[in-house]
């Protein structure tokens, strides 16, 4: 929805408390004036228009396209990509490289094998046989690293088992974006100066409202998995200025959602499936401010 029809609905069928002591006249304070020239269907760069960064932190339409998504990190213990030129569209943590077990001395390879897998996940490609040539390729380059075999058998199970399932992320999909490995240095915000391994988000067009919820819930899974050790991965909006959970339940508007994501049996579509009769009471409400 538009910010002009997301008014109107706050207006008339959420009935937001206001400064104003009559209902009557908040009503007429609110004027929207429709667009010429705007179809729902249009992306950003349809319009014609240059982009003006809402947010020194949403500096290209990429970044606003990923925001919904990604935004929930903010809430965690992983980075958001704040301090890069791409933040939102590029996450992870120090902490997330440790999947790929604790070597000694196991500077780059180790890091780019880690997004790596993390972003095999994303992508939903299950191949078992090419991570595990990636780690004899790594492990056969960098005679620095010294490596415990059962440490690296006992990493590649987990990571076979994780790839193994049915990874849900339908959306987006492989024609519109794609996620590649990809570790940073952020100049400021959480782990900045510090190297960061995760993955960088590519997406193409915009996303529908299912869409960016079930991608940025799948996010979530795969970094509270991957995080070793699993408390590492915490609830965690202290750089907003509300330590603990608080944050998060107030991006999601219920603490259900951190409580389903706590749940490490369920998964992304587990857990979107819970709120869709949400979306469908909300998807019929809409309907009557839709002005395009």
């Not at 609830?235 to 490490?264: C, K, M």
Request: hydrophobic letters at 45%.
């Amino acid at each position: 929805m538009t910010i002009g029809e997301l008014s109107t609905l706050f207006n008339e069928a959420i009935q937001l408390p206001t400064s104003s002591s009559s209902a009557d006249s908040t009503s007429s304070l609110l004027e929207v004036v429709p667009m010429i020239g705007w179809r729902r269907d249009m992306a950003w760069p349809d319009t014609g228009l240059p982009w003006v960064p809402p947010s020194p932190n949403l500096p290209a339409v990429s970044s606003a396209v990923v925001y919904g998504a990604t935004v929930f990190l903010e809430a965690t213990s992983v980075s958001e990509g704040r301090g890069t030129t791409t933040p939102f569209e590029q996450f992870g943590a120090p902490f997330l490289g440790a999947q790929v077990g604790g070597w000694v001395g196991g500077w780059g390879p180790a890091l780019a094998l880690f997004s790596f897998c993390i972003a095999v996940q994303l992508n939903a490609l299950c191949c078992v046989v090419l991570i595990l040539f990636l780690m004899v390729v790594s492990a056969y380059f960098c005679d620095r690293i010294q490596c415990v075999c059962m440490l690296c058998v006992s990493s590649l199970q987990a990571l076979a088992t994780r790839l193994a399932k049915d990874f849900p992320l339908p959306a987006p999909n492989s024609q519109d974006s794609a996620f590649r490995a990809a570790y940073y240095i952020p100049s400021f915000s959480k782990f900045n100066g510090t190297t960061v391994p995760g993955v960088q988000w590519f997406s193409a067009r915009t996303s529908s409202a299912y869409e960016t919820f079930l991608s940025g819930t799948a996010i979530l899974c795969a970094v509270r998995d991957l995080a070793t050790p699993a408390e590492a991965f915490v609830w965690d909006g202290v750089w907003f200025g509300h330590p603990g959970p608080e944050l998060i339940d107030q991006y999601a508007g219920t603490s259900l959602y951190r409580t389903l994501l706590d749940n490490r049996a369920l998964s992304a579509e587990d857990i979107v499936e819970v709120f869709s009769e949400d979306v469908r009471v909300f998807s019929e409400t809409r309907k009557a401010y839709l002005l395009y």
